[in-house]
């Protein structure tokens, strides 16, 4: 199911987004009657953003840090984009220098739900920052993402299938660990992932 929703993420990123981006410029290059440096400078804004746009698909997908530097340096890139692009502030205690590796399927699955409750903060939340906290001890690593916006009820099932809810318990026992939210209309919303590294050795 999680993979279903990425594809489907991509799907319509690549209609929506990148689709509109290559009409703009075929559109542009069409206007052969117009003055040739104008067009040659429009076409070459659409292709900078058309780089750019595709450059955050592929960041999105799976980020090189992932891989090349662990989750640690991941959430400091994505922490640094998502603030870019919402202007939300993600107050957080992640060392980028922190070189602690983990599990892969630990990793992943800690990165994709981080990048999934802030996207709902985003979309949902209406707040101007958020706050996450790694934990990690010699037996447990814990993520908390959590900000004091509008708040849902967590047992609405319509809200829990809208928000990815389900999508990422389903990716965090997947992959060893427990997910756990708490949330109240008015109070804000906490998300909560533990591992047991030990299990994961």
């Known amino acids: 199911a ?15 987004e990148i689709g509109q981006l290559i009409t703009g410029l075929k559109l542009i290059l069409e206007r052969r009657q117009e003055d040739t440096s104008t067009l040659l400078a429009e076409a070459r804004a659409v292709a900078n953003e058309l780089m750019q746009r595709v450059r955050e698909m ?4 799976r980020p090189a840090a992932l891989d090349d530097f662990g989750l640690p340096a991941a959430l400091s890139d ?4 998502f603030a870019s692009q919402t202007k939300i502030i993600v107050h957080h205690n992640i060392n980028p220098l922190d070189e602690h590796r983990f599990d892969k399927a630990v990793e992943i699955a800690a990165f994709r739900v981080a990048q999934e409750a802030l996207t709902n903060v985003a979309r949902h939340a209406d707040v101007n920052e958020a706050n996450v906290t790694l934990t990690v001890t010699p037996d447990h690593m814990q993520i908390s993402i959590a900000d004091l916006g509008k708040g849902f009820d967590a047992n609405s099932r319509d809200m829990s299938a809208s928000t990815g809810l389900s ?5 965090v ?3 060893g660990g427990r997910f756990s939210l708490q949330s109240a209309p008015g109070e804000g919303t906490l998300v909560l992932i533990v591992f047991d590294l030990k299990q994961t050795e």
Do not use: I, P, T
């Open 58 to 61: 592929s960041l999105n997908l």
């Open 78 to 81: 994505l922490f640094k984009r």
């Open 167 to 171: 999508g990422m318990a389903e990716r």
């Open 173 to 175: 026992n997947m992959a």
């Open 2 to 16: 999680a993979q279903e929703n990425e594809r489907r993420h991509v799907a319509v990123e690549l209609h929506d």
